[in-house]
């Protein structure tokens, strides 16, 4: 090697590991603690509630959000969550239940010192009462919005925040319109937050770092989860933190107003207490 080609190659050499060292430095990891939707581990809760709860924690959580109380009152669910060094900060439910027991659930929410109070699933009801098991309009969506503002007016008036969960229903296109677009523009930023389940976003053939980036005030909460869409499968492949196809780093640089994040894994392939912590030893380290 010549004096002169030494001298570029070292000039490389610095820029690259000024560049990697300046790439570090402004690595971040989610300042959030690890939650989990419980939902992942539903079957467990079912039959012994404690040691379920118990086992989230061995595992790296140290906040959760419900999915179903199972039966126990609010005071016992959160001694539950007590003993087991959790934190229950949020709580899904169906638009069902929110429409027609609003009160109770409330009472039960403040009671389990909830900040949020989530409904899961927004499709299932309609406009027309008669129109049940019909497709679903855009209408029926205009008019499920009108019941997501009223019910978070009531919500933030109990203190708690209201939100909305996605699955795939949102991102049908009707009549031209994507459904979302609709959620972002007609849903009172006031008394009403989106919580982006990042996987089924991706399952839809859409980019979750794309909507969080237009609002991203809107988006306190995420879901994440990661899968692997297979052609010729009607459903992913749901699989352990890191091991699927999502690129969460664009998604979490978006999420600038980012309170809480829940992974979820609704599916196991190995010992579930192993890949739950895998979950989470995983999402602890991220950087983006």
Known sequence: MTIASRRDFLKVAGATA??????????????????LELYSVRDFMAKDLQSSLNDVHTAGYTVVEAAGFYKRSATDFRSAMDQAKLRCISAHYPLSMLATELDSIISYANTLGLEYIICSSSDGMHRDPN???ETTTLDDWHW?????????????????TFGLHNHTPEFATIDGVLVYDEFMKLTDPKYVTLQMDCGWVYDSGHSPAEFIARDPSRFELLHIKDMILVPGQSEPTLTVMGKGKIDYKPILRAATHLKYYFVEQEKFDGDPLAELREDADYIRNFNF
């Open 18 to 35: 000024v560049i990697a060292t300046t790439a570090k430095a402004h690595a971040r990891t989610l300042k959030a603690p690890v939650g």
């Open 131 to 133: 129109a049940h098991g």
């Open 144 to 160: 499920r919005i009108d019941q997501f503002n009223s019910i978070g007016k009531k919500v933030k008036a109990a203190g708690m």
